[in-house]
């Protein structure tokens, strides 16, 4: 059967993309950021997941105020990198797996989750700088991606307890897929920012340190934290932290912290990055 062999967290800048693009990785100002990722890149070329299922968020590329799903599952077999206002990235399309996807949807509805179904869309920079920062400048994305959009854009989002029960069912709806595939879970979006209004530029890196911290081990106390928590602490944008929930939830019970890179400031905001692995709690102890 399937089974998912690790989480990733990661900030999806759109500037980290530019960057990467530009090829100013090197630069003064971008290369404590991107060196972070240098750890994660070894490790994914040596892992090679089959699949991964890609948590991240819209933003007007797939959607706007005529449709805004919570929760949004691609199942298509292919996805092109969106025009964002400056062209497309020249970045590989993104191969989806659509056998997998239609099953995850399947159980997901089963499971009493409202997905709504993508068959075709573009993918903007909240997928496609993941893909940069963890695989770097290649001709072909190394594994075939499922797009998982949530609504983090217009009130009201979902709760963190509902992404990371979402987490949870995306994990038995895999364990029950018959093909030996290895998955990887990754959430993406935050951490800090506010990109707008009298406290624009805000990081709060104490609070953000902490939310990585509760990402790792037994507790479960990250699913707890309300709305009002993430944008009095965290800014405006911050909420896009809870799509890091569904990663953690479909971790199961405990997690060991495999690599960890925290960054500021990038572009206006800060840059959370961790790799996670599911562990029993006895080895936890």
């Known amino acids: 059967m399937a089974r998912i062999t ?13 960057a990467s693009d530009l090829d100013r990785t090197a630069e003064p100002y971008w290369a404590p950021v991107f060196a972070g990722y ?5 490790w994914e070329a040596e892992a ?21 799903p919570t929760f949004a599952i691609g199942c ?29 949807a399947q159980s997901l509805i089963l499971d ?12 903007d920079h909240g997928l496609t700088v993941p ?18 959009a949530v609504n983090v854009v217009t009130y ?47 990081i709060n890196a104490a609070w953000d340190k902490d939310f990585l911290d509760g990402l790792v081990g037994e507790s479960d106390r990250l699913r707890r934290v309300p709305h009002i928590e ?17 990663m953690r939830g479909a971790l199961g019970k405990a997690t060991r912290c495999l690599h960890r890179h925290y960054h500021v400031p990038a572009s206006n905001t800060a840059v959370g990055h961790i790799v996670l692995e599911p562990v029993t709690p006895e080895i936890i102890a």
């Open 6 to 18: 690790a989480g990733v967290g990661s900030s999806h800048i759109p500037a980290l993309g530019v």
């Open 38 to 42: 240098e750890w994660t890149r070894a």
């Open 48 to 68: 090679r997941p089959d699949v991964v299922i890609l948590v991240y968020n819209d933003h007007a590329s797939a959607f706007d105020m005529k449709i805004i």
């Open 76 to 104: 298509g077999e292919r996805y092109e990198p969106a025009d964002e206002g400056w062209g497309p990235r020249n970045v590989p399309v993104v191969e989806g797996h659509p056998d997998l996807a239609w099953h995850i």
């Open 112 to 123: 009493e989750f409202d997905m709504t179904i993508i068959n075709e869309m573009q993918v």
């Open 131 to 148: 893909l940069s920062m963890m695989f770097g400048k290649v001709a072909v994305w190394p594994c075939r991606v499922i797009p998982l």
């Open 156 to 202: 009201p989002p979902p709760s963190g307890n509902r992404c990371w029960a979402l987490g949870e069912a995306i994990a038995r709806a895999v364990a029950s897929f018959a093909e030996g595939l290895d998955v990887q879970v990754w959430g993406t979006g935050g951490m800090s920012h506010q990109l707008q209004g009298a406290r624009a530029g805000l």
């Open 230 to 246: 993430y944008l009095r602490e965290t800014g405006s944008e911050g909420i896009e932290m809870v799509m890091w929930l569904i």
